[in-house]
């Protein structure tokens, strides 16, 4: 991977596993992604953080990720409920995070190049 710019983050009270996805928690710390909706930081380094550790999170470049279901090249990158990277799609009247765009096609626990570009799916309420 070639990451540009990597960014450590104090962790919260439960470790972080390597690859899963990050997001802001209490106080600022990093926590494991638990909803599409988190205010996401990005995929953990691929050694990840005990707790009260100091996280590696790609911010600018190329990283990798650990899918929870099936992805395909080029697919908007969120988090399940297990931290893990699934599609993003739009959710009518919700704010979607998305961590970047998938660079490999993959399946449920795959490690897979993403390259990072964060921001948001935001859809009106139908």
Known sequence: MTPILTKSFRVGAAAIA????????????AEVASAATDPLIGAAGSMGAPAGGMLDVTEVGWSEVRAGGNISWGDPLTANNLGKAVKAVPVAGSVVSIIGFARSDA?????IPYIVAPGVLATPAA
């Open 18 to 29: 390597g690859f899963l996805i990050a997001k802001f928690g209490a106080g600022g710390a």
């Open 107 to 111: 399946s449920d626990g795959d490690v």
